[in-house]
């Protein structure tokens, strides 16, 4: 799943390359894609975009007045295509919406898989979108200190790691991130967020900086149609499991729950203990 490094540098490409131009056509092909009726999409054609920006993990495309608002969820992704030309959409296939430009281009929504989670929102105010009102201070936000951190997750319940993937606290770290924070925060995912001290703290939210800042750059290094597979490559411990871990050489643990798993080192992260899985995937839920 994308989360604020990809969707970062996908949404500053979209800036980029859509600002300025009108759309002519809004097909959706996926119905259960599109999750506003009022004002409906068609509503899109004829205006300019006149940007496009992040929201926690959402993307923001603004056109005159009116947002097509998008959440990538696991397996969404945004393509600008410089010409639609004929390559009309095939019935079957990944493509969720298309947009078609007066000059000939296009914007593709796509989603891969069988479980279909992407979302598109036309609405009127981002804040319309439940998802994106519900947001917490975003992760990058100057103004998230090291203390306000701290009062945010000395507030949470449950673990530092379910802590820092509520959007709801700090909006943009998913799955992958928070993993790797952790790992660089030397901090076990299963401590209690509101018991972490403040020497804790304070690596916590330097790590989450560093990460965050460095997997920017790389992915603005990245061509946008290679940024969903991109990312896997410059981890630590997410998506590693069995690998040895490039700080200690202690192999990286997995727990596994019903719909997701995450990854850690014991050596550099848990004191060496190693969790059983069944009994933190009920912790955990
Ligand atoms: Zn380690």
């Not at 304070?202 to 920017?216: T, Y």
């Amino acid at each position: 799943m994308p989360e604020l490094p990809e969707v970062e540098a996908l949404s500053r490409s979209l800036d980029r390359d859509l600002a300025g131009r009108s759309v002519e056509r809004v097909v959706i092909r996926s119905v259960a894609v599109l999750k506003t009726y009022d004002p409906p999409a068609a509503a899109l054609q004829g205006r300019t975009v006149s940007g496009a920006q992040r929201m926690g993990k959402f993307i923001d495309i603004e056109l005159s007045s009116l947002h097509l608002v998008v959440h990538l969820a696991r397996a969404g992704w945004l393509r600008v295509l410089p010409e639609a030309g004929e390559t009309r959409p095939t019935l079957r296939g990944p493509l969720a919406a298309r947009i078609t430009f007066a000059d000939g281009g296009a914007l593709d929504v796509s989603e891969q898989g069988t479980e279909k989670r992407l979302a598109l929102y036309v609405v009127r105010n981002p804040a319309d979108v439940v998802g994106v009102a519900r947001l917490g201070i975003d992760a990058c936000d100057p103004e998230l200190t090291a203390e306000c951190l701290g009062g945010l997750l000395h507030a949470a319940s449950g673990t530092i790691k379910s802590a820092l993937a509520d959007q709801s606290l700090v909006a943009g770290i998913g799955n992958a991130y928070s993993d790797e924070i952790l790992h660089a925060a030397r901090i076990s995912p299963f401590r209690t967020a509101a018991r972490l001290g403040d020497a804790e703290i304070q690596r916590l939210h330097h790590s989450m900086r560093r990460v965050l800042s460095d997997a920017i750059a790389r992915a603005l290094e990245v061509d946008p149609g290679q940024l969903r597979d991109s990312k896997r490559g410059s981890m630590s411990v997410h998506g590693r499991t069995g690998q040895p871990c490039p700080v200690c050489g202690d192999i990286v643990r997995e727990v596994s729950l019903a719909t997701r798993s995450f990854q850690y080192c014991a050596t550099c992260q848990t004191g060496g203990k190693v969790y059983a899985d069944r009994r933190l995937s009920r912790l955990l839920r």
